[in-house]
């Protein structure tokens, strides 16, 4: 018998939680929720079964669960059934269901691999000097003031993960306000990282289960009441998990109140290319920002946009008033990164350094890019087309409209639990679905699913 998936969301979690002004009180709610919980959510003590194991200085430790995306995963390779599908972590795969390397990467590895002038010294404590330039020039656009004014320090770092945590870290230590407002619902990782780097967390209002759209109103109340100087993380694109993002109108909008407010952004920018299949497009949120004459923090991944996923690659960029106060921030990022990694790894940046500086290569990459965005778009619409075929229960054309990696499907815990125990799907407790781990092959048996799900699961 294999145990049904339990992934805990934070998602879940109220915002209280996280509005606690004492760090210690903070702390405690986290570590409570990194506990294993019993079948009624409470947390459970360890029980040592054997004299030797009692033994150990470490036998009070108690067995933490599974991370609440990467457990999915966990839990999908244990699983011995040929239907089984993983639509839980957002990762890429082609038609066959296959991780995807892009030949683009592929290319510039082996170009890599085969350079005996190439060594593997240790980077500087920021990491690849022409991969940091090169990112900075991706997401702000080559003739944006902040780069040509020298407003802006970037550092590499250990994918978005790794940017967002030392952002979190240098805030903590040099910025006045140290509360951050997250989306509700966003990312499960993001009150994780911003709490352990000591930063307060709450939230502010994203989504509205009603319309299944942005809850504009309940965001501007929101951050229209946050203290001055609160930091808000913004989804630059493709928001993860609902794929629900505001329109170019409304993110002007909230530009004004950011900047009305004195708050301070703090984008996190996963999916540049995947969102609309355009880098430019999809790196328009950030650009308004950057382009007023104010200050921000951004976190950049390559792990989808490149398919570097397990190298690790990204960028923490800080932008600031003036060439001077840049590079003095940069100094004391050096000082959050080196008694934590030291220095980044060589190889992933190496690689995305020389597709972006060639422009052959960038076309190339470009045009894969392209492709991935768009197979994500024809999977949406062959699975809405395949619920209206079966004439199941509910508007569907959320999954249409709702933009990125993810669908925000709307089905409940139990729904979702159902799926897994009878038809093997994987995906996390929330109801997000992972469009790129679809293929033609498979929408039938997710479709079947949630058909299923939908007309036996209340
Ligand atoms: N920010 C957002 C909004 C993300 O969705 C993710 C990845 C990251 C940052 C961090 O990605 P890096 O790999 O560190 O660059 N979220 C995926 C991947 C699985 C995970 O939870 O890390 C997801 O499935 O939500």
């Not at 082609?94 to 890599?112: D, F, I, M, S, Y």
């Not at 870290?169 to 009150?191: C, D, K, V």
Request: net charge positive.
């Amino acid at each position: 018998m294999r145990p049904p998936i339990t992934v805990p969301s934070f998602s879940n979690y109220s915002s209280s939680s996280y509005s606690s002004p004492s760090c210690d009180r903070r702390l405690s709610t986290l570590v409570r929720h990194l506990l294993p919980m019993d079948s009624h959510g409470d947390s459970v003590s360890a029980s040592p079964t054997s004299a030797f194991q009692a033994d150990s200085v470490f036998a009070h430790v108690v067995r933490a669960p599974e991370d609440p995306i990467l457990g999915v995963t966990v839990a999908y390779n244990k699983d011995p059934s040929p239907v089984k599908l993983n639509l839980g972590v957002g990762a890429y795969r082609t038609e066959e269901g296959k991780p995807l390397v892009l030949n683009v990467v592929r290319r510039v590895e082996e170009q890599l691999v085969n350079d005996r002038s190439r060594n593997k010294e240790y980077l500087p404590i920021v990491g690849l000097a022409d991969f940091n330039k090169l990112s900075a020039k991706l997401i702000f656009g080559a003739n944006s003031p902040v780069i040509q004014e020298n407003r802006v320090t970037t550092v590499q770092s250990l994918s978005g993960t790794g940017a967002l945590r030392v952002g979190g870290e240098f805030l903590a230590r040099h910025y006045h306000q140290r509360t951050i407002y997250l989306p509700q619902p966003t990312w499960g990782n993001h009150p994780k990282i911003f709490t352990l780097a000591g930063l307060s967390v709450k939230t502010y209002r994203y989504y509205a289960p009603a319309t299944r759209g942005l809850d504009f109103q309940g965001l501007l109340e929101d951050l229209g009441s946050a203290p001055s100087g609160s930091v808000v993380l913004l989804h630059a694109c493709a928001h993860n998990p609902t794929g629900v993002d505001p329109t170019p109108e409304q993110w002007e909008q909230i530009r004004q109140l950011i900047r009305s407010k004195a708050l301070l952004p703090f984008f996190d920018s996963a999916y540049q290319g995947f969102a609309s299949g355009s880098l430019d497009a999809d790196a328009h949120s950030v650009r308004i920002f950057a382009a007023d004459g104010g200050e921000l923090l951004l976190a950049q991944s390559y792990a989808k946009n490149m398919g570097m996923y397990g190298e690790r690659v990204g960028a923490l960029s800080v932008v600031c008033k003036s060439a001077d106060v840049a590079s003095k921030v940069e100094s004391q990022l050096k000082l959050v990164i080196r008694p934590m990694y030291s220095s980044p790894p060589i190889h992933g940046a190496s690689i995305v350094a020389a597709i972006l500086k060639d422009r052959d290569l960038f076309h190339e990459w470009t045009v894969e890019l392209k492709g991935m965005a768009d197979r994500i778009i024809t999977m949406r619409q062959q699975l809405l087309d395949a619920l209206r075929a079966r004439g199941t229960p509910g508007d569907w054309s959320h999954i249409i409209k709702q933009i990125g990696m993810f669908t925000f499907t709307g089905l409940n815990a139990e729904q979702v639990s159902f799926m897994n125990k009878e038809y093997h799907i994987y995906m996390t407790s929330d109801g997000r679905i992972s469009m790129a781990g679809l293929s033609s092959k498979t929408v039938p048996h997710l479709a079947d699913a949630i058909h299923a799900a939908v007309t036996r699961v209340v």
